[in-house]
Each structure stands twice: as C-alpha cells, then as structure tokens.
C-alpha cells in the first residue's frame, strides 16, 4: 500500500480490493444517486468526493454535474487516485481532477457546492471532526452529503443460506472489532449536529437480491478475500473454511438452489445544507 498518510482504512488498496470496490459500486450507485439528487445536485455544480477510492462516486456525480460542473476527489491512498484517475480519463470525464491528500490536509480556496462521501466515516478515529472539516470545505448554503454502512443488523437470507449469514457474520464481528466508527450509519443525525450542521435528512435502503445474476455473490466474495488475514486473525474463520477462490461460486450455487433472497448491509444516507 503506497499513502499520503498512515491509514486506518483496513481493506487495502490491492488489485482485488479495487475489483471489489467497483462491484460494490454498481449495488450502490442507485443509493447513492438518489443521496446526491436528494441533497439538490444540479448540472454547472462543483461537488468534491472524500475518501474517493477507486473514484465510483467522483464519476456518478461527473454525470449528474455534466459538463458545465466539475468535480475533485481526494483520497488519502496515491494508489486509490492513481486508479480512479485512470478510470475517469477512460470514461471520459474530463471534468473529474483527483488529488491525494487527506481531507485534513487538503486546501481549497474556492468553496465546493455539494461535498460528499461514501463509506468513510466508518474508518475515521474523529468522525464528527471529518464532517466538520467537510462542512468547512462547502460554501454557506452548500450541502454535505455522507453514505454509510450499517452494521447494526446482521445478513439476512430468505429461505435461509447458512452460507451467506454465515460470511456475514464474520463481516459484521469484524466491523464491530476494528472499525473505529463501525456504528457511524446508525449515528449520523448526531454527528451532523455535533459538528455544528443543521439536523440532516436521512433515509436508508437495504441491497436484496436473488437469482445466478446477482452480483451479490462477488461483492461479498471479495470483500471476503480483502479481509481474510485480519479475519483469520481473529480467528473467525480460517483460509480453508473460507475457500475465497471458490465462495463466490459457493454463494451463488446455495443462494439458486434454495431459490432464496439474499439480504445485505443496510445503507443510511444524510445530507444537510451549511447555513447560509
Ligand atoms: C471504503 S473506501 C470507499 C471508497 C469510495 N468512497 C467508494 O465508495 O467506493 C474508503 C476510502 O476512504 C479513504 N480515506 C479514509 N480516510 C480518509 C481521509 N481522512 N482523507 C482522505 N481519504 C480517506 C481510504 O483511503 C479509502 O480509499
């Protein structure tokens, strides 16, 4: 892993990693989108992305700013900007710059319209410091915008698929260990508050899905793989129960023949405008 800055962030930036973030992408998009139409996105804004990663969230909003806007991602991982660079100029969004920096480090003289972040809070030591230094970062009347994950309810599956809340389980023990702020999603209108924001509206959605198709199976598959040194660790499974190489397969195969539907994480989303 190659940093600006120690990280807390636990999954890495390896190549599997960034595959499992793109995954993870997809399944939320539709959240998130929703998020940032929501907080008021509108075409000509400036909007910026903290915690961008492999810059999935930077690009939803190059679409939803178009061409008029623009839009900065930083991420603290030089290899996360490094990707979501690429993949941006390869998607042919010429109005996305990234930058790595920190948010606590990160200068900005102009003032964003929109900030936003997703699946970052969790990570950070000071939670309610890093959405007061987002809350600097829009102008008055701007809006600060967070997507979180909550690991309050553990996977669901129904008919059951021992399998699948099996893997979460070990998902949800893990989160609830070394998360810093495992339980930022369930205390966002708090945080919002405490940094000095109006109240936030929130809303939450759970991903459910079912069928071969799903891609489901692989998201969680791979998120498996990226944590699997710390979940061994901890001594929640081991590389042979695991199996990574064939649990995406396993998943899948479980999840059709039970005709079952798989139910993951719930995500809780808040937004709130800076006072005027
Ligand atoms: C789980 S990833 C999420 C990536 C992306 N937002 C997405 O939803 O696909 C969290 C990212 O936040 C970054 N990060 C964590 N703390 C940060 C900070 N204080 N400043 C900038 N980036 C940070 C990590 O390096 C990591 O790439």
């Known amino acids: 892993m190659n940093e600006t800055t120690p990280s807390s962030y636990i999954l890495g930036h390896s190549a599997s990693e960034i595959r499992r973030l793109v995954l993870q992408a997809e399944i939320l998009k539709p959240i998130t989108a929703r998020l940032l139409r929501e907080a008021g996105i509108a075409p000509g804004m400036r909007v910026l992305d903290v915690g961008c990663g492999a810059g999935d969230v930077a690009m939803l909003a190059c679409e939803m ?7 900065v991602g930083i991420d603290r991982s030089v290899d996360a900007i490094a990707v ?5 100029r390869a998607a042919g969004y010429s109005q996305a710059v990234f930058q790595a920096e920190a948010i606590e480090d990160f200068v900005d003289e102009t003032g964003f ?7 970052v809070l969790v990570h950070q030591t000071d939670v309610v410091a890093f959405v007061r230094r987002a809350a600097e970062l829009v102008h008055p009347g701007g809006v600060v915008a967070f997507h979180e994950v909550s690991h309050r309810h553990p996977f669901a599956s129904s008919p059951v698929v021992p399998l699948w809340e099996r893997v979460g389980d070990w998902l949800f023990t ?5 998360a810093p702020h495992h339980d930022a999603a369930d205390k966002l209108f708090g945080i919002y508050t ?8 929130l809303f939450s959605e759970t991903p459910v899905a079912g069928g071969p198709d ?3 199976h692989a998201w969680i598959a791979e998120t498996i793989r990226s944590l699997l040194p710390k ?6 499974t081991t590389e042979a129960i695991a199996g990574v190489d064939t649990l995406e397969a396993r998943l899948r195969e479980a999840t059709v023949a039970a005709q079952s539907q798989i139910i993951a994480h719930a995500q809780v989303c808040a937004w709130a405008r800076r006072a005027g």
């Not at 319209?113 to 699946?119: A, Q, T």
């Not at 405490?194 to 509206?201: I, V």
């Open 174 to 178: 893990l989160f609830r260990a070394v």
């Open 214 to 216: 799903a891609p489901h």
């Open 65 to 71: 700013v178009g061409p008029g806007g623009s839009v």
């Open 231 to 236: 979940l061994v660790q901890m001594g929640l």
């Open 84 to 88: 979501a660079q690429q993949r941006a």
């Open 194 to 201: 405490e940094a000095g924001l109006p109240p936030p509206s």
């Open 113 to 119: 319209d929109l900030v936003i972040g997703r699946y």
